[in-house]
Antibody
Framework: QITLKESGPTLVKPTQTLTLTCTFS??????????VGWIRQPPGEALEWLAL???????RYSPSLRSRLTITRDTAKNQVVLTMTNMDPVDTATYYC?????????????WGQGILVTVTS | QSVLTQPPSASGTPGQRVTISCSGS????????VYWYQQLPGTAPKLLIF???ERPSGVPDRISASKSGTSASLAISGLRSEDEADYYC???????????FGGGTKLTVL
C-alpha cells in the first residue's frame, strides 16, 4: 500500500525559505520509472506542478519557479525534500507530494493529504 | 495560465451525462497519456483515469474518458450529487519536461 505524507512549517514569513518533507512508504524511489513530485494549490485556485525527482535522481522543475526550487531525496529514509526560497504571500497554498507510477508519460497515482502553508509577516 | 485548457465550469442534473473537455498540444496530449483527477472540497486529488481511458480499481464504469489528437474528454453518466467536485486533466509535456495541468473544471450537480 502506497502512502505519502507532507510535513513542515504551516506558517512562514516573507523572504524566508520553506522546507517541506514528503515521507512515503509502499514503494522504493530507486525502482525504474518511479518518481515523487510536488504540486501546490493556492486557496480556490488550480493545481500547479512544482518539481519532480525520478528514480535515477534526475530532477525536473517548473520553468516559472526553477530559480527558487530544490528537490532532493533520501532513499534510506524514504523521504523527498522540497525547498523554496524567498517566500512571498502569493506562495500561500496547500502543498502536495505525489507518487509517479512509472516512466513513458505516466503520472501521479497516489497523493499525500497536503499541507497548508501560509506566508505572512 | 494553465498549459492544458479546460472549461471553468460544467453542470448537469441527477442521472444526466456530462462531459468535460481538455485541450492541449502536440507537446503534451498529442504524444502522451492523459490522466484525470477528481478533487472533492477540502481533499487531495484522487486518480479517476490513467493512460487516457483506464480506470483504477474502485472507480465506477459510469466514469469514462477518451483522447483524440490533442484533445481529451471525461464523461460522467448517471450523474450523482457526490460527483460534485473539481476535475483536472494532466499530461506529460515534452517541452516542459514535466507534467502539464489543466485549470480545472468545477462540476455542479443541479
Amino acid at each position: 500500500q502506497i502512502t505519502l505524507k507532507e510535513s513542515g512549517p504551516t506558517l512562514v514569513k516573507p523572504t524566508q525559505t520553506l522546507t517541506l518533507t514528503c515521507t512515503f512508504s509502499g514503494f522504493s524511489l530507486t525502482t525504474t520509472g518511479v518518481g515523487v513530485g510536488w504540486i501546490r494549490q493556492p486557496p480556490g485556485e488550480a493545481l500547479e506542478w512544482l518539481a519532480l525527482i525520478l528514480w535515477d535522481d534526475d530532477k525536473r522543475y517548473s520553468p516559472s519557479l526553477r530559480s527558487r526550487l530544490t528537490i532532493t531525496r533520501d532513499t534510506a529514509k524514504n523521504q523527498v525534500v522540497l525547498t523554496m526560497t524567498n517566500m512571498d504571500p502569493v506562495d500561500t497554498a496547500t502543498y502536495y507530494c505525489a507518487h509517479r507510477r512509472g516512466s513513458g508519460g505516466e503520472l501521479f497515482d497516489y497523493w499525500g493529504q497536503g499541507i497548508l502553508v501560509t506566508v505572512t509577516s | 495560465q494553465s498549459v492544458l485548457t479546460q472549461p471553468p465550469s460544467a453542470s448537469g442534473t441527477p442521472g444526466q451525462r456530462v462531459t468535460i473537455s481538455c485541450s492541449g498540444s502536440s507537446s503534451n496530449i498529442g504524444r502522451n497519456y492523459v490522466y484525470w483527477y477528481q478533487q472533492l472540497p477540502g481533499t487531495a486529488p484522487k486518480l479517476l483515469i490513467f493512460r487516457n481511458n483506464e480506470r483504477p480499481s474502485g472507480v465506477p464504469d459510469r466514469i469514462s474518458a477518451s483522447k483524440s489528437g490533442t484533445s481529451a474528454s471525461l464523461a460522467i453518466s448517471g450523474l450523482r450529487s457526490e460527483d460534485e467536485a473539481d476535475y483536472y486533466c494532466v499530461a506529460w509535456d515534452a517541452s516542459l519536461r514535466g507534467p502539464a495541468f489543466g485549470g480545472g473544471t468545477k462540476l455542479t450537480v443541479l
